[in-house]
């Protein structure tokens, strides 16, 4: 394996089955950028609502490759990693098989929302169980101190401090 962990996050033109991956970011265990793209949608032309959180314009994925041209890459990535690291990671995942990424079996995947949820102690009365928070939570609970939230880049460095705290506090095997 050339990373035992990975580290990924998405950005979409949205939450629905038919949205398309407008940047896909995967860093090390040691928190390397193995990659970092953005994604010109090819049956999307605008996204209001998704833009609004991601700050992802049209103009500025225009000249930027079609995801199809990084699935390989990706795959191989995913691949060659032991344990692939997310936050709400069966959203990434549905996203990149979604548009034709393979991707590792469940027993290789760590997401940290769902140990979060339960350690951060929000209880939900309507789903009888913890209430999923945000990464930005998660991440000032750890005490980080990064970047712009809404980047996957910026999300998957947030994730991987999430990650080793958490790790470190015997809160995730």
């Not at 090819?42 to 833009?51: D, L």
């Not at 990434?92 to 393979?102: A, F, P, S």
């Not at 079996?105 to 339960?118: K, T």
Request: aromatic content about 10%; glycine content about 8%; hydrophobic content about 35%.
């Amino acid at each position: 394996m050339l990373n035992s962990v990975v580290v990924i996050d998405t950005e979409t033109t949205g939450l629905d089955a038919d949205a398309e991956i407008l940047q896909c970011s995967i860093i090390s265990g040691k928190g390397k950028v193995l990659l970092n793209e953005f994604y010109r949608p090819e049956r999307h032309v605008s996204w209001e609502s998704a833009m609004a959180v991601n700050g992802i314009t049209p103009e500025r994925v225009r000249a930027c490759p079609a995801f199809k041209e990084s699935r390989r890459k990706i795959a191989e990535i995913l691949e060659q990693s032991s344990l692939v690291i997310g936050y709400n990671l069966p959203f990434d995942i549905g996203m990149l098989e979604r548009n034709g990424v393979k991707c590792p079996s469940v027993e290789r995947q760590c997401d940290l929302m769902r140990p979060f949820a339960e350690k951060y102690g929000e209880w939900s009365e309507t789903y009888q169980a913890f209430k999923w928070q945000k990464l930005t939570v998660c991440a000032g609970f750890y005490g980080y101190k990064g970047g712009k939230f809404h980047d996957s880049l910026e999300d998957c460095k947030a994730t991987l401090h999430c990650y080793l705290a958490m790790k470190k506090n015997g809160e995730i095997a």
